[in-house]
Nanobody, 128 residues
């Protein structure tokens, strides 16, 4: 069973930076993608970035383009989210989630839909 654990959240001032980590264990395939989501208080969860394990292809929500960078370390089974120029409205719980496949017909491009594996989240607070 794939397990994901987020870390790196905390309190940061507006305009500051944080790096989140999503460490995975129990991978049964080398074909997967991992996405980051955030849920602000009182708002719906939104997908903000995703990276594919093999191709390294990435996608970003418009709201974070140019400020956030997603990367991966396959040897450590860890995906990172570097967040710069953080804004107070980006306060919330940040989750990582994964989809993986073994059979070719289950292959998918990076997306934010129907991801079966989730971490428990890490809280990011952007405040002065």
């Amino acid at each position: 069973q794939l397990q994901l654990v987020e870390s790196g959240g905390g309190l940061v001032q507006p305009g500051g930076s944080l790096r989140l980590s999503c460490a995975g264990s129990g991978f049964t395939s080398e074909s997967y993608f991992i996405a980051w989501f955030r849920q602000a208080p009182g708002k719906e969860r939104e997908g903000i970035s995703c990276i594919s394990s093999r191709s390294g292809r990435t996608i970003y929500a418009d709201s974070v383009k140019g400020r956030f960078t997603i990367s991966k370390d396959n040897a450590k089974n860890t995906v990172y989210l570097n967040m710069n120029s953080l804004k107070p409205e980006e306060t919330g719980v940040y989750y990582c989630a994964a989809y993986l496949w073994s059979a070719w017909y289950r292959a998918r491009d990076c997306s934010y839909d129907d991801l079966p594996y989730w971490g428990k989240g890490t809280l990011v607070t952007v405040s002065s």
